[in-house]
Structures are given as structure tokens and as C-alpha cells.
């Protein structure tokens, strides 16, 4: 069975804290996507990943930065969280580039909340 | 990516067949149509994605209008767990490696 796991399902931090987010897949995926979810907005695309060390900017990037060291492992980070990163915060892997029929798989979703 | 329209809600009874609709009028030829689901506090999770013909698979149906323009997920025997937000995405097999776009979904309610 695919499996896309985050660190942490609930997450507390203080305004100004950097904040590390992991996520690893164990399907040998080349893709790796970090997006958030909120209320009326629906899921945003923050960064992606097509390679090891490679990233591309999504819908809204400002605020974050992503690491990808490894195939398996793709981390989101807050440099200096803020109250308006408060968020679920959701990770996903894909197999094939777009051109083909891709599937995303997800994880449980991190619900970080800056106080 | 092409829009869809889907509803904002339905309500079906549990063990009932449901059928969520989904039109995306402006789709292109190389567009396939994708579904996916989001139960309660879990991430989304792909359903089933067409091309032209009618697919099943152990989750659901998908039938697809001749013209393209819209499309059906079909649950045939809705359980509560299948109470969850539904969402129609169409992805152009010809783009690149991107995110996907999630429009507002259908919020699917099931009645014991």
C-alpha cells in the first residue's frame, strides 16, 4: 500500500520560530509536493519537487522554503513562522511527470497553528 | 488547467447509489478528468480519472458525456464513510510536472 507520512499531525509554534515540517513517501516517487489547506480557499500549491535538490515555486511560496535531500523525503520550512501560516499544511507524491495520467498520493495533513 | 463546476453540496441515503456531477465545459482534448476525495481531517485521495471512456474501479464509477463537456462520478452503494468532499480536476497530459488545482468540491452528505 502507497504510504505518504508527515512528522506531526498537530503542531504548536510561537510567532517567529523556524518551523520544520517533514513528509517521506516509501513509493520511490520522483515528484514531491507541499500545499496548504484552508477555510474557503481550498488547497494552494506552496513548492514542488520534480528531483533530489531540485524545487519549483507554486501558487504562493512567500514565507516558505523546501528542502530535498533525498528521493524520499520533502521538507517544508517556516523561516519565521507567522499567525497567517496557520494552516493544514498537506503532503503528496506522484510518480510520472504530467505527461501522463499522474496520481497524487497524500498524507494525513499537519494542522500547524502560530500563536 | 480547465475549470469545473461542480455542486456545492448533495445529500444521499445511505446503501443508495449517488451520483455527483461535474461540467467543465471549456475541457480540451488532452485533458484527462481526475476525482478525488477528502474524508474529515484526513488529505485528499485519488478516486478514479477518465480520458473519453467509462471507467470503473473497486471505488467508483466515472461516466463520461460523449461530448466531454461534464462527467458523473457514480458510488453505487454510498456507506457513511464515504461522506467526504469530492473534487473534479482535469489535468492536460501534455503539461508539466505541476500541483494540482482544487476547485471547492461537492461536500457529499450521507443519511443513515
Known amino acids: 500500500d502507497v504510504k505518504v507520512t508527515q512528522s506531526s499531525r498537530y503542531l504548536v509554534k510561537r510567532t517567529g520560530e523556524k518551523v520544520f515540517l517533514e513528509c517521506v513517501q516509501d513509493m520511490d516517487h520522483e515528484n514531491m509536493f507541499w500545499y496548504r489547506q484552508d477555510p474557503g480557499l481550498g488547497l494552494r500549491l506552496i513548492y514542488f519537487?520534480?528531483?533530489?535538490?531540485?524545487?519549483e515555486k507554486g501558487d504562493i511560496p512567500e514565507g516558505y522554503s523546501v528542502s530535498r535531500e533525498k528521493k524520499e523525503r520533502f521538507s517544508l520550512i517556516l523561516e519565521s513562522a507567522s499567525t497567517n501560516q496557520t494552516s493544514m499544511y498537506l503532503c503528496?507524491?506522484?510518480?510520472?511527470?504530467?505527461?501522463?495520467?499522474?496520481?497524487?498520493?497524500f498524507g494525513p495533513g499537519t494542522r500547524l497553528t502560530v500563536l | 488547467d480547465a475549470k469545473t463546476t461542480q455542486p456545492n453540496s448533495m445529500e444521499s441515503n445511505e446503501e443508495e447509489p449517488v451520483h455527483l456531477p461535474c461540467n467543465h465545459s471549456?475541457?480540451?482534448?488532452?485533458?484527462?478528468i481526475h476525482w478525488y476525495r477528502q474524508l474529515p481531517s484526513q488529505g485528499p485521495e485519488y478516486v478514479i480519472h477518465g480520458l473519453t471512456s467509462n471507467v470503473n474501479n473497486r471505488m467508483a464509477s466515472l461516466a463520461i458525456a460523449e461530448d466531454r463537456k461534464s462527467s458523473t462520478l457514480i458510488l453505487h452503494r454510498a456507506t457513511l464513510r464515504d461522506a467526504a468532499v469530492y473534487y473534479c480536476i482535469l489535468r492536460d497530459v501534455n503539461g508539466g510536472a505541476d500541483g494540482l488545482t482544487f476547485g471547492k468540491g461537492t461536500h457529499l452528505i450521507i443519511q443513515p
Open positions: 503528496a507524491s506522484s510518480a510520472l511527470a504530467r505527461g501522463s495520467t499522474d496520481t497524487q498520493y
Open positions: 471549456t475541457i480540451s482534448g488532452t485533458d484527462y
Open positions: 519537487s520534480y528531483d533530489v535538490k531540485m524545487k
